[in-house]
């Protein structure tokens, strides 16, 4: 059973920074491309970034360009978000995505449960 | 960035109905979209990638067409486990973006 875990959500204050983290199981981790998409409460949808099987293929947000960074660990079957310079626009729920490819980006077919990141003063 | 449009944004209808949903993209897309199914308080649900191919496990009430920039979402007979928002996404270029979602509510 394919299963995705995020952790690491909590309040902060502007300005500050943030690492999630998503722990993946019952796939084969390096063979996905994988995501993340944000919800801000009450909101729609929007992704935020996603990187390929091998961390070769990366892309973000323009809302999120230069404040987060992607990354992962496929020894450790991990996804990581480096969150920095966090403004009250970034308050949202995070949700850890598996992609149905490897390389390219495409539709996601597992989605964890999410992290609640609050920025507030 | 390509912009996808969901009309309607509520939609009302009861058990039985057959339900449509669109979405529209701001440049043509080919078949690089999905359609996803989201819950209160859950995280969504993949139902259809490519624009048509039904996802391992949907319910096959639920069908998908369109090609270029215009796409639909149809559910044949609506049940009771399927009042949710729904959203399309395109992943035709980057950045990958989702529609404004689309609220099935009971009528």
């Known amino acids: 059973e394919v299963q995705l875990v995020e952790s690491g959500g909590t309040v902060v204050r502007p300005g500050r920074s943030l690492r999630l983290s998503c722990t993946a199981s019952?796939?084969?981790?390096?063979?996905?491309?994988m995501h993340w998409v944000r919800q801000a409460p009450g909101k729609g949808l929007e992704w935020v970034s996603g990187i390929s099987w091998n961390s070769g293929h990366i892309d973000y947000a323009d809302s999120v360009r230069g404040r987060l960074t992607i990354s992962r660990d496929n020894a450790k079957n991990s996804l990581f978000l480096e969150m920095n310079s966090l403004t009250t626009e970034d308050t949202a729920f995070y949700y850890c995505?598996?992609?149905?490819?490897?390389?390219?980006?495409?539709?996601?077919?597992?989605w964890g449960l999410g992290t609640l990141v609050t920025v507030s003063s | 960035d390509i912009q996808m449009t969901q009309s309607p944004s509520t939609l009302s209808a009861s058990v039985g109905d057959r339900v449509t949903i669109t979405c529209r993209a701001s440049?043509?897309?080919?078949?690089?979209l999905a359609w996803y199914q989201q819950k209160p308080g859950k995280a969504p649900k993949l139902l259809i990638y490519?624009?048509?191919t039904l996802e391992s496990g949907v319910p096959s009430r639920f069908s998908g067409s369109g090609s270029g920039t215009e796409f639909t979402l149809t559910i044949s007979s609506l049940q009771p486990d399927d009042f949710a928002t729904y959203y399309c996404?395109?992943?035709?270029?980057?950045?990958?973006?989702f529609g404004g979602g689309t609220k099935v509510e009971i009528k």
């Open positions: 996404q395109q992943y035709k270029s980057y950045p990958l973006t």
């Open positions: 490519t624009a048509s």
């Open positions: 019952g796939f084969i981790f390096d063979d996905f491309a």
């Open positions: 995505a598996k992609d149905i490819s490897s390389s390219s980006f495409n539709a996601f077919d597992f």
């Open positions: 440049q043509r897309i080919n078949d690089w």
